[in-house]
């Protein structure tokens, strides 16, 4: 009897010991993930996230989309507007150009690849000139796609991230030696715009990243922005600094210009106001003349809809910013490269 | 049924010979061919490695190390860095001030140092002693500047595990073996508009 008693308890305690050796066990493999799928455990303070930032109020979304233009580039980099609203996209050593309402037109091969170009309107003495923006070059295009000339190189320094057309200069913003360069319609440098030089209160633009874009107003200045200082100057074709009139400051809040350094591109309305993009939190906004915010067109929810792809680290996954264009109907073109895509928007009543 | 090789289901003898010959040739060439290789890789030792383009700095690297205080560390191309005044992996998102104050400083760990250059630049120097690898500042230099800052296996510190914990942790595989005598994978300036 006592002999069958101490044996129900050896068993019962090896029953015990196994049961907890397997329990243990069980949870040891449970929660000793090797893989990494339970994430890294660090407290919440070593995350990092904009998404707090992505929201746009309301009151700011005046503009709606109106059409899309699918634009078959695998990295579209730029896109400006010709004669008759036609849209030009430039990218993959190629630039495409299409009827307003989509339809291909034509597409011109290029022998590198593309940064910006511009389209010279109707009022020009050579209408419908297409201006190819490379890194080091400009090179100009009939109508009928046909070259009708190829610029000399600029220095190796140079970054050409930029385009604006007056009547007889042609604007390039130069990333890499941070300045606008105008040229005669020949290529020919003729002047020099924004190089630091503090006896005549210019303090020099600020570059961090290779984007640096110029436009120019029918007032005749130059638009062009400061990135690093996130703001947009004013400059006379002649290089005169118009101080009082520099707008833009720094902040993820919606009336200012995120990050290091924006905004990324810029355009111009009929009426004087500008049209921004910014990189990061990509959102296209308009301000006023002032520089006071005037509206949204797309904001992050629009072009970003995954807001963890902002904080991409992969140089191939990273978004690269959206540009922008206006047409004559004062209608403003983004070049949406996630999408693929040229987005109409217009503005609402 | 005629064979010139075979009598009946045997071999001659100079079919024979020859089959040995080539067979000998085959296996010589196949042993030379293998010495050649075990001689080329020999006294090429390994080491581990974070590719910078596939990393996603996901903090794995700062947790997973079998190190008290992790072998990854955050590190700077400097001539990918746009020297930003308001740089984005040491502020946070929206700082109160530009200034070196915590409160404005986006490291967990204060572990990056920011000095002064000349108007309106600013070099960034990690401290490797307070960085604990966790990337924070990578995704903030990611999402808005050049992406300079990024993670690296310190050789100083890794012990080289046969099966390295973060390797097997790292979610984007981004881990490789390098030679031990070029045991670092580098960013240089390689982006573009």
């Known amino acids: 009897m006592n002999k069958s008693a101490n044996l129900s308890i050896s068993t019962l305690l090896i029953g015990a010991v196994v049961t907890v050796a397997v329990v243990v066990a069980a949870v040891a493999v449970w929660a000793i993930r090797p893989h990494g799928e339970l994430g890294s455990g660090l407290p919440g303070t070593f995350g990092y996230s904009v998404e707090e930032f992505t929201d746009v109020p309301a009151e700011w979304l005046r503009w709606r989309e109106g059409s899309s233009i699918p634009v078959d580039l695998a990295q579209p980099r730029a896109v400006a507007v010709g004669a008759n609203d036609a849209v030009y996209v430039a990218g993959d050593r190629a630039v495409v150009s299409f009827h307003p309402d989509g339809e291909l037109l034509d597409r011109i091969q290029l022998d590198a690849e593309p940064r910006r170009l511009a389209i010279t309107g109707e009022d020009h003495a050579r209408p419908g000139l297409m201006y190819v923006v490379f890194d080091r070059h400009v090179e100009v295009y009939r109508s009928d796609g046909t070259r009708d000339a190829s610029w000399p190189a600029l220095e190796q320094r140079a970054a050409l991230t930029g385009i604006a057309l007056g009547g007889d200069d042609v604007f390039l913003a130069d990333a890499g030696r941070r300045v606008v360069l105008r040229c005669d319609l020949d290529g020919n440098v003729v002047g020099e715009i924004g190089r630091r030089d503090e006896q005549r209160g210019i303090f020099g633009f600020v570059i961090p990243s290779p984007y640096f874009d110029v436009a120019l107003g029918a007032d005749g200045l130059l638009r062009v922005v400061n990135p690093g200082r996130h703001r947009i100057e004013y400059y006379t074709q002649d290089g005169y600094f118009e101080q009082p009139l520099v707008w833009g400051r720094p902040g993820v809040a919606i009336e200012g210009f995120c990050g290091c350094c924006n905004p990324a591109s810029i355009a111009l309305l009929p009426d004087g106001r500008t049209v921004t993009s910014e990189k990061g939190i990509p959102r296209v906004k308009v301000y006023t003349e002032q520089g006071d915010l005037h509206s949204v067109v797309a904001g992050p929810a629009d072009l970003a809809p995954d807001a963890a792809a902002l904080v991409e680290t992969r140089t191939d996954y990273r978004l690269r910013p959206p540009m922008v264009a206006v047409d004559s109907r004062a209608r403003v073109l983004v070049l949406d490269p996630a999408l693929g895509a040229v987005r109409v928007f217009e503005e609402m009543e | ?193």
């Open chain 2, 1 to 193: 049924m005629s064979n010139s090789r075979t009598t009946g289901s045997r071999l001659d003898r100079r079919a024979f010979l020859g089959d040995v010959v080539r067979g000998a040739g085959v296996v010589g060439l196949g042993g030379g061919a293998a010495a050649l290789a075990a001689a080329k890789g020999q006294g090429r030792e390994l080491v581990w490695q974070i590719d910078p383009h596939a990393c996603t700095a996901c903090g794995n690297c700062a947790t997973y190390c079998v190190l008290g205080e992790s072998a990854v560390k955050c590190v700077h191309s400097y001539g990918m860095c746009g020297y930003c005044e308001l740089c984005t992996g040491f502020f946070e998102a929206e700082p109160l001030a530009l200034d070196t104050g915590a409160e404005n400083q986006l490291c967990p760990t204060g572990a990056i140092l920011r000095e002064f250059i000349e108007d309106p630049y600013y070099e960034y120097h990690i401290d490797e002693s307070l960085c604990i690898g966790c990337g924070k500042c990578v995704k903030g230099c990611s999402a808005f500047g050049n992406a300079s800052l990024y993670l690296q296996v310190m050789h100083d510190r890794c012990e080289n595990c046969n099966e390295c914990a973060i390797a097997v942790a790292c979610p984007s595989e981004a881990f490789r073996r390098v030679p031990a005598d070029r045991p670092y994978l580098l960013k240089h300036q390689d982006h573009d508009a």
